[in-house]
């Protein structure tokens, strides 16, 4: 069965440090990944996607994400965190074999940055 | 500008009655979406339509309702059938066409209380 971890619910990093939002994964072939944002309140915001290709993609807002297919992560990466960064982090993952309407979202992490 | 609009963005329900839930979309696609999200739940799927007259139930459809009259619209109800109705609703589409990734856009959601 497909799955999606995002084994933090929170993380918190002081401004001006790098930080990193994990993501693990359980699909069978190449699957497609997704991270988004999410403010309070707000909808979901599309940061980044990977398909193929090189293994970091850079997205909004000036996060990348790497994806390492031995260990089966797409962790979200910024190598200087803003306080405006604290939201709601989600993690996905689609068989492009199958319909959008299978993306699976991971619970969501937390990103709290202190001044 | 292209985008998803939701309706209204604050919702009181009494107990007992329906209210239904906007969702517009002038992004042409083909596909509608709509989640529920719970505090630490993440998303969970309601109904999705990937044409006009046509929907399936996603994985907690119990209790609610939709249509898909125009490709622009996907209308949610929740009935007075589903017992815990307060949540915060989030409407998403995204392209369903051969060889495109599928990220879903959403709206900036609507939130319901039942009082």
């Known amino acids: 069965a497909q799955s999606v971890a995002q084994p933090e619910d929170q993380v918190n990093v002081a401004e001006g440090n790098p930080l990193t939002v994990k993501c693990t994964y359980s699909v069978s072939g190449n699957p497609y990944l997704f991270w988004y944002v999410q403010y309070p309140n707000r909808g979901l915001q599309f940061l980044l996607k990977?398909?193929?290709?090189?293994?970091l993609v850079k997205g909004s807002y000036g996060f990348e994400a790497e994806f390492n297919k031995s260990q089966t992560s797409f962790h979200l990466k910024k190598p200087s965190a803003l306080v405006s960064d604290s939201a709601l982090y989600f993690c996905?993952?689609?068989?492009?074999?199958?319909?959008?309407?299978?993306?699976?979202f991971g619970s969501g992490t937390r990103l709290s940055i202190r001044p | 500008d292209g985008g998803i609009t939701q309706s209204p963005k604050y919702l009181f329900r009494k107990e007992g009655q329906n209210v239904t839930l906007s969702c517009e979309q002038n992004l042409n696609h083909d596909a509608m979406y709509w989640y529920r999200q719970d505090p630490g739940q993440g998303l969970r799927l309601i109904y999705y339509s990937q044409i006009v007259n046509d929907f399936q139930k996603g994985d907690i459809a119990e209790g609610y309702s939709v249509s898909r009259e125009k490709k622009e619209s996907f209308p949610l109800t929740v009935t007075s059938a589903q017992k815990n109705p307060t949540a915060f609703y989030l409407c998403?589409?995204?392209?369903?066409?051969?060889?495109?990734?599928?990220?879903?856009?959403f709206g900036e959601g609507s939130r319901l209380t039942v009082l």
């Open positions: 998403a589409s995204s392209t369903i066409l051969a060889g495109e990734t599928g990220e879903l856009f």
């Open positions: 990977y398909i193929t290709g090189d293994n």
């Open positions: 996905a993952v689609r068989d492009p074999y199958s319909s959008a309407s299978k993306i699976i």
